[in-house]
């Protein structure tokens, strides 16, 4: 899909190239988005078919001018993408991000900003392109909690402007596992909603009450059905509100509820985050997940290439 | 596989009939057995092939005399096994689980015991199989409490001869799903041993030191290899230490050390929670799981036919 919003001079190209996904903007100087294109392009795709020739093709259908700047955040920076943009080690300032990216050897000036690592042998955790979400939804100073919701949610500790630590929940992924592969299958609708409702607020309910009962809490759900007392139609919402809630309950132990928390979130997922966090006790304001990635690609490209915009 | 070991009367056959397994032994009155058999046609596989030529299939190659009364346990007796055997609901006495025997309509007397069902809203659980085991284990008056590790994993707690409650975690499955279908494919070997180690006791340590932490936890195990911290071959013993660990410590919170635990494994698994529970401060004392199964089958058996023997 191709989209071309205005006729301001372009002033590069912004991309995130996730691990499943390819999305980017043709940008003019003061952030306003000219044109717009996505693919399933993602890393996993290129890493056999290359990825020059995806952002070549791309580009063209952005009419994007020959040798434009182009910023690419996520997965085509990790060792099995593009070329390896290395990890930025935390603590570090969300503002000298551009300074770790790496300059791609093709046509006109292509970099990829990289990923942060938590390089402690008791925490260890990566992450590549939420830090550019961090980077686009946070003022320099910014001091406060943030949430990325997703196959690998994220929660963010940031003071003054620096990413002092971050925790990683396998949550979504989780759900798709148990749901398709686990004895679950039978008690999870294919591709059922896992919309709110009474079953999620159940699900949440109950990971926030014995926080430690996971494992057992997902075989309940099982056998909640074979005795009659929940549906199948349940499932889904239930299985969601205990994974969920299991994140966020560790996440507050964490992280603490002191801060305010800003939720990176998206349509139906960020509507269950925000019901689950407000539950949890959390004081949360939300932003859009892929505005947060233009503006962290917009801050840097400006670090980067202000002086030629 | 059929082993003839004695040439004492042949009062009964025991059958253990499984998810995905069939073991049967001739056993005389005093509960020797005369003769093994063992096959892959469990219940799924039964589902549709049929019962009564698997079973008849087995009888012959036991050499069972014409008429011998045939005794079953397990997922033979579900709802979508050969006839269900309903759940005798908790509490009830152990020493009571032949009257709830079902006679199937075939040839000569076969009957099915039933599995337990925690018939609770808030606590929803089911067992068929690991009832006949704690009967096995257990002795009249017993007052304590079992382990039964794996695929779904229970842990039960007996009053007086009476199972009073329990709970299912699903920590063998998920090791299963887990390892084989989420991004921890890329940090556990294919067929990898979780057999303990360094590895696993560290993977047991995080999990009792931080018990709200499971999602999180189990991306760091791949966090870690990517920065250089852990090799992959490491991964699945640090995941059977995580998920085992994570099991333990809230059986811990729920149903106490107080009482010692009987753990009825086999090989590998057994040796793994032996060395888990002992780190957890259970005193634990062990027995095996198909003696188990054998043993509860002789003492309904007794009950049943007693007289006949």
Redesign the interface.
């Known amino acids: 899909m191709t989209t071309t919003a205005s006729s301001a001079t372009p002033a590069f190209v912004a991309v995130d190239w996730g691990t499943s996904s390819f999305r980017a903007w043709l940008m003019a100087a003061d952030g306003t988005e000219l044109a717009e294109t996505r693919g399933s392009e993602g890393m996993l795709h290129c890493a056999t078919s290359g990825f020059a020739p995806v952002l070549h093709d791309h580009l063209g259908k952005l009419r994007a001018p020959a040798e434009l700047p182009v910023l690419i955040c996520g997965m085509a920076g990790a060792?099995q993408g593009w070329i390896e943009a290395p990890y930025l080690h935390t603590p570090t300032r969300l503002d000298a991000l551009h300074a770790g990216a790496i300059r791609v050897e093709t046509g006109g000036d292509v970099r990829i900003l990289p990923g942060l690592?938590?390089?402690r042998?008791d925490?260890?955790?990566?992450m590549r392109g939420e830090e550019t979400q961090l980077l686009g939804v946070t003022e320099p100073d910014f001091s406060g909690t943030v949430c990325i919701p997703g196959t690998?949610s994220k929660w963010i500790r940031i003071e003054s402007g620096a990413v002092v630590g971050f925790?990683?929940?396998?949550?979504g992924?989780?759900f798709a596992?148990?749901s398709?592969?686990?004895?679950l299958m039978h008690a999870v609708e294919p591709n059922a909603s896992s919309e709110g409702g009474a079953a999620f607020r159940a699900g949440l309910e109950t990971a926030l009450a014995?926080?430690?009962?996971?494992?057992?809490a997902?075989?309940?759900v099982r056998?909640?059905q074979?005795?009659g007392?929940e549906q199948r139609a349940e499932g889904a919402a239930r299985l969601s509100g205990l994974?969920i809630g299991?994140?966020i309950?560790?996440a507050h132990?964490?992280f603490g509820a002191a801060y305010p928390v800003r939720l990176i979130g998206a349509g139906r997922l960020g509507r269950l985050y925000r019901e689950a966090l407000a539950a949890s006790g959390f004081d949360v304001s939300e932003c859009d997940a892929e505005q947060a990635s233009r503006r962290g690609l917009i801050k840097a490209a400006r670090q980067i290439w202000g002086a030629r915009f």
Chains 1, 2 share one sequence.
């Open positions: 060792r690592a938590q390089a042998t925490r260890p955790d990566v690998h925790a990683t929940y396998m949550t992924e989780l596992v148990i398709q592969h686990s004895i014995a926080p430690t009962s996971l494992t057992n997902l075989f309940r056998a909640a074979l005795l007392f994974l299991s994140e309950v560790d132990a964490r």
